[in-house]
């Protein structure tokens, strides 16, 4: 097909290739490829903004821009608004040519997109490029075939581009400099080299080191001890980070490189690398600053005019003006993560079994060295999404770092036990929580925080094909308080969102958590620390892994099933113990004579207290203070049942008393006090539908049931109580009968037994009306909308 009858996506697609963007061969040039192609590539507003650095450089801070937002609706909206901004900001187009962040997204105008990226390719700064605009004269309008894009898209999500991204974007940032600087003097080699290639990797791996050791003495020498005089203490600290303590510990590994490549034929070289991979943990530091220094001496020099030229002459001293200090800083990061490609292929050449064994542990100790700082580089880059989000979640009053790592975002329909209705929702959903907000232009207003302690996954085959919108599961309260249920607009993103969710619960309740009389729990971890079982580090800056609550050993979640049994196992047997005697320790430990608390709300450690351990607590659970200051946000307590002792929130708790005071129900008007089934048949049997009563069960007179005349039938209900709860059904509790009673009066009793379909309608001692007898069913018609999960048995039969 000839370019002159092209269809427009067609020709943009070329275009973008021509600016460099897309690679020749992507699938959009496939003769298979269709429109859906481009608006999938397109869609996450990556490529968008590396356009428009293409066709202008640093029309967009990259930085500013996520390069992996699959499962982020936030992040992926947030590339295309930039995008947007800077058309308009750096190449004058007006507003009105520009398509909405939605139009792209959600494909419900990819017309609009074309048109935006076709006055794009007509502005004079792209023009420059000498690539020709689109479309030509005698193209081909394909506005017919943009028009069910939006469930192409709703059905596939977004693509994960990774192997375009490595195109455009080159990830090893400053590799070329790198290589620049440790290239060899072209010295003849000695002829032995061309065969003895174990000798020509040890030779690299000696040379690389004094060459990489001679840059960080010359950052040193050439540009941090002169500019001291230009910069305050706080700023050479922030650009040189701790370039210092670099340049003492290479000294040192250079020496002891040569020494035993050159004296020793390397036979210990595996030693000193096993040796130095605690010392060269410095690179955490200097890697998670790096970016923020470079944007500090970037500003610095955009301010001050002597800084910068300060800085030109320090680099004419240090490489003859080669490399400018920026250059340099990013060495370090690209030297720490060469160790371990440098081993791999001494290992590959070296034959002797005992050498290639001993340079293997070497090679495991690099690897990890370098996983551990790529974990902390991608950590620092995920605190900077989630401060993206805090700022963009009004209403928001606590830090979204507590809650881990976030898992994904997007619209969702979210419908709980007490609201009657489906709500148009947006959430962000963290390894410990979900934040419920609400859509407000740009920006969101937070609605709910839910802790995902506290939950687990129900998935009901329930899902109505074809129909949008009616694909959940339900988010279940393991201590039977209120649940969510989620719909999402596709199957397809139900899949997706149920594995996120799954994998967040996962980490919260990991598989082997208490294998081994453990108590394990996601931690993050201070210190520098090992895994108990693999002794491989624990990576990255925050929940690296998890940490007993007893031992205080730490360990990879793949790891936790694999360690020993726990160094405090009488404690864990003791606390095995108090669990199955709870009543028993209950009222043994009401005699202390402190304070007693009701656990009003849910708290597992996030966020953690400054004072001390915290305390994990549910609702329900009787804790007895140890130390409560009225002004402090933080109590110490001990809980009842299992005698853990802890730091918990100060407004997690109520007062207890220690006499319940009881509960007169005779004046209400479905009260029938003391009575059994036989009378409460009696009582019921010549009553409408939907006319109940609630009794006391004379067997167990603290035992209470509510009859219920149903389909010309009497039913009875057993009220359980525990924990100062009542409950005729799990996932929904009270705190009193009145309470459930009255819930009752609004919700089916379905909730709870799928064959009673009906509210507590007439109280039994309210006068009989005419519409009660005529009413031949008066349920709700399936006018509740879930079912909480298994029927509930009825009252036994006494």
Same mark, same amino acid.
């Given at each position: %097909? @000839? ?14 290739? @021509? ?22 590539? =397109? ?18 801070? =990259? ?20 995008? =947007? ?28 997109? %074309? ?57 090893? *940032? ?57 910069? #305050?203490?706080? *700023? ?51 890697? #998670? ?175 109505? *094909? ?154 329900? !659970? ?21 005698? !853990? ?93 009145? *309470? ?59």
């Amino acid at each position: %097909m @000839g370019s002159g009858t092209m269809e427009h996506w067609r020709q943009c697609a070329h275009w973008l290739i @021509g600016c460099n963007v897309l690679p020749p061969n992507h699938r959009v040039t496939w003769e298979s490829a269709q429109v859906f192609d481009l608006a999938q590539t =397109l869609r996450d507003g990556v490529l968008l903004c590396q356009l428009l650095n293409n066709l202008r450089a640093q029309s967009i801070n =990259l930085k500013e821009i996520n390069l992996r937002p699959q499962m982020s609706q936030f992040l992926c909206l947030k590339n295309i608004r930039t995008f =947007l901004a800077a058309c308009t900001d750096v190449f004058g187009m007006k507003k009105s040519e520009l398509f909405e962040a939605f139009d792209l997204f959600d494909v419900r105008d990819f017309g609009k997109v %074309m048109d935006t990226l076709s006055r794009l390719s007509h502005t004079a700064i792209a023009q420059q490029m000498g690539i020709r605009p689109f479309p030509t004269e005698d193209s081909m309008d394909d506005d017919d075939i943009y028009s069910h894009l939006e469930d192409l898209i709703d059905e596939n999500g977004v693509e994960d581009e990774e192997d375009l991204y490595d195109y455009v974007y080159d990830d090893d *940032e400053g590799g070329e400099v790198y290589e620049d600087l440790m290239k060899a003097e072209a010295v003849p080699p000695p002829k032995q080299a061309e065969t003895d290639i174990r000798g020509c990797c040890l030779t690299e791996i000696k040379q690389t080191e004094e060459k990489y050791t001679e840059t960080l003495e010359s950052i040193e020498k050439f540009f941090m001890t002169p500019l001291r005089k230009f910069l #305050s203490t706080g *700023e050479v600290e922030k650009v040189f980070v701790n370039i210092p303590d670099l340049v003492k510990v290479h000294k040192c590994l250079m020496v002891e490189v040569q020494d035993s490549v050159v004296n020793k034929n390397a036979q210990n070289l595996y030693q000193i690398f096993v040796a130095y991979k605690e010392r060269l943990l410095i690179y955490g530091k200097y890697c #998670s600053h790096v970016e923020p220094a470079i944007a500090t001496l970037d500003n610095i020099s955009k301010d001050r005019e002597d800084v910068r030229l300060k800085l030109e002459e320090c680099s004419k001293r240090a490489n003859s003006g080669k490399f400018t200090l920026r250059d340099l800083l990013v060495v370090p990061m690209q030297r720490v993560l060469k160790y371990h490609l440098l081993l791999q292929e001494l290992v590959k050449h070296t034959h002797d079994p005992t050498e290639k064994g001993n340079l293997r542990t070497a090679l495991d100790a690099m690897k990890d060295l370098a996983q551990y700082v790529n974990e902390v580089k991608r950590d620092n880059e995920t605190l900077r999404e989630i401060d993206q989000y805090q700022r963009s979640i009004e209403n928001l009053n606590q830090s979204l770092r507590n809650y881990g790592r976030p898992k994904g975002d997007g619209e969702v329909r979210v419908l709980s036990v007490d609201k009657r209705a489906k709500q148009d929702r947006h959430i962000f959903l963290f390894d410990m929580a979900v934040i419920v907000c609400k859509r407000r232009g740009d920006n969101y207003e937070m609605k709910e925080v839910i802790d995902l302690h506290s939950f687990k996954i129900s998935n009901p085959a329930m899902d109505k *094909e074809n129909k949008k919108w009616s694909y959940g599961f339900y988010l279940t309260h393991l201590h039977g308080q209120n649940g969510f249920e989620f719909f999402f607009k596709t199957k397809e993103m139900k899949k997706k969102w149920l594995e996120q969710f799954s994998m967040a619960i996962s980490n919260i309740h990991p598989e082997n958590g208490n294998s081994n009389l453990h108590e394990f729990r996601m931690h993050t971890f201070d210190r520098i620390t090992y895994c108990g079982s693999c002794r491989m580090l624990l990576r990255g800056i925050f929940n690296q892994g998890y940490r007993c609550a007893k031992c205080g050993v730490g360990a990879h979640k793949e790891c936790l099933g694999r360690l020993e049994t726990c160094g405090n196992a009488n404690t864990a047997q003791d606390a095995g113990t108090q669990r199955h005697q709870k009543r028993t320790d209950h009222r043994r430990q009401q005699d202390s004579g402190l304070p007693k608390m009701l656990v009003i709300r849910a708290y597992h450690g996030v966020p953690s207290p400054s004072c001390g351990p915290p305390l994990s607590i549910e609702p329900g !659970e009787v804790v007895e203070l140890m130390g409560a200051d009225p002004h402090s946000a933080w109590w110490q307590g001990k809980i009842l049942s299992t005698r !853990e002792v802890g730091f918990f929130p100060s407004d997690a708790v109520k007062p207890c008393p220690c006499v319940p005071k009881p509960v007169d129900y005779s004046s209400q008007p479905w009260f029938a006090g003391p009575m059994e089934r036989p009378q409460a048949e009696a009582e019921l049997g010549n009553r409408g539908n939907s006319t109940y009563l609630v009794r006391h069960r004379t067997k167990e007179s603290t035992e209470y049931a509510i009859s219920i005349k149903y389909n010309h039938d009497v039913k009875h209900i057993k009220i359980l109580a525990r924990d100062g709860f009542f409950h005729i059904a799990e996932n929904k509790k009270f705190r009193s009968i009145l *309470e459930l009673i009255e819930y009752y009066k609004h919700h089916s009793l379905k909730e709870g037994f799928r064959s009673l379909d009906t509210v507590l309608l007439y109280p039994y001692k309210n006068p009989e009306s005419g519409a009660t007898h005529r009413s031949g069913r008066a349920g709700m018609n399936g006018e509740y909308r879930r079912n909480a999960g298994h029927d509930q048995p009825c009252e036994q039969q006494q």
